[in-house]
Structures are given as structure tokens and as C-alpha cells.
């Protein structure tokens, strides 16, 4: 079975402070993707990175990197110097190459950045 | 370039009236994926379409729920008749479907609330 367990239900930091987002998923297919995508209140969801199975080189995009490990079926997301427009809620997603390329989301980690 | 677009934004109606949602995709985008989100739930997939053909509609709650995709560049999600807990947020997202697996862009969801 796939899953997505992202174990952090809320997390809250003051501006400026470095946080990671959990992310663990399941999967017994040796071609997947991963991505992350950010909600911000407005309610539309952002994408922000994906990141296929045969691909463990880490990214950094400005603030936001991105840690993908297969030995341990993680891939975890950090914002560096946070700030208050990166409150939201962040969903990591599996996508299988089956199944016609479905999302199968985790629950999301709720970041509020307090000023 | 315009993104996926969902109307209405927000609809409420009462139990037992016809609902429909609809989704434009991304011009050149042959895969479409309806999704649900709820507090319960989380995000979750209904169907998906690849060349307008349905794929997998093993999402779809029940027989209220209906889904088509008359051409390229038009889909609709039905609800008939509605209850309350179809009260949710409703996604349509588009991709490429292709070889490799291409990121799924979201539009801004409609915010459905069945009283």
C-alpha cells in the first residue's frame, strides 16, 4: 500500500527561526515521485517541488531545501530564516508511475510564523 | 498563461439540490483530477480523466457523485441530490500525462456547503 505520514499535525516558530517539515512515505514501486505543495489561508494549493525516485540530490530553492532520502523513505523539507508569509499548510505527496499519476497526499503540517 | 480555472468559487446550497462544479484545465494538459478536501479526510482523489476518458473513478463517494469530461478544455463535477457532509472544498487539478510523470497544478478550488 502507498501512504504518506506527515507526522507533524502543527508546528510554530517566531520569525527568523529554521524549520523542518517531516515527511515519511510508503511505497514498494521503484519509480515514484514525490512532491510538496504549500497552502497558504487563501485556500489554493502551491506547488513547490517534485522530485522522482531516482533522483536523492538535495535542492535548495532561496530559503526552502529539500532532504531526499531512500534509505529512509523520507524527504523533508526545511525553511531557512522563516518568515511570516511562510505561514501555511504544507502536504507532501506520493505519486506512483502507475496508477495514472494520482497524488496520495499526507495530512499537511499546519506552520504558523509569529513576527 | 492562465492556470486551472474553477467556478463557482463558493456555493451553498440546501440538501437535495443539484450541484455543479466546473473545471477548465491548463490548455495542453491532457490528464484532469478532481479531488476533495475535508477536515475528516483530508485531500483526497474522486477521478481522473486521461484524454477525456475516465480512468479511475474509485474515489467517487456514491452515486450522487458524477463526472464528465465532454472535450479537452471542459470538466464537471455533479452532486445529485447533495447532503450536508458533501460540505468540502473541491479541487480540479490538470497535468501532462506522458512518459514521465509531469506536476499537477491546481486550480483555486470551489467551497461547497450543503446546508
Known amino acids: 500500500a502507498q501512504k504518506v505520514t506527515q507526522a507533524q499535525t502543527e508546528i510554530s516558530v517566531v520569525e527568523k527561526e529554521d524549520v523542518t517539515l517531516d515527511c515519511v512515505y510508503e511505497t514498494r514501486d521503484t519509480t515514484y515521485y514525490l512532491f510538496w505543495y504549500k497552502q497558504p489561508p487563501s485556500g489554493e494549493l502551491v506547488f513547490l517541488i517534485r522530485?522522482?525516485?531516482?533522483?536523492?540530490q538535495n535542492e535548495i530553492s532561496g530559503r526552502y531545501s529539500w532532504n531526499f532520502q531512500k534509505s529512509t523513505s523520507s524527504f523533508n523539507f526545511t525553511i531557512t530564516a522563516s518568515q511570516v508569509v511562510d505561514s501555511a499548510v504544507y502536504f507532501c505527496a506520493l505519486s506512483r508511475e502507475r496508477q495514472g499519476g494520482k497524488l496520495i497526499f499526507g495530512q499537511g503540517t499546519e506552520l504558523s510564523v509569529k513576527p | 498563461d492562465a492556470g486551472v480555472i474553477q467556478s463557482p468559487r463558493h456555493e451553498v446550497t440546501e440538501m437535495g439540490q443539484e450541484v455543479t462544479l466546473r473545471c477548465k484545465p491548463i490548455s495542453g494538459h491532457n490528464s484532469l483530477f478532481w479531488y476533495r478536501q475535508t477536515m475528516m479526510r483530508g485531500l483526497e482523489l474522486l477521478i481522473y480523466?486521461?484524454?477525456?476518458?475516465?480512468?479511475?473513478d474509485s474515489g467517487m463517494p456514491e452515486d450522487r457523485f458524477s463526472a464528465k469530461m465532454p472535450n479537452a478544455s471542459f470538466s464537471t463535477l455533479k452532486i445529485q441530490p447533495s447532503e450536508p457532509r458533501d460540505s468540502a472544498v473541491y479541487f480540479c487539478?490538470?497535468?501532462?500525462?506522458?512518459?514521465?510523470?509531469?506536476?499537477?497544478?491546481f486550480g483555486p478550488g470551489t467551497r461547497l456547503l450543503v446546508l
Open positions: 480523466f486521461n484524454n477525456n476518458v475516465p480512468i479511475d
Open positions: 487539478a490538470s497535468t501532462r500525462a506522458g512518459r514521465v510523470r509531469e506536476t499537477q497544478y
Open positions: 522530485r522522482n525516485s531516482f533522483d536523492e
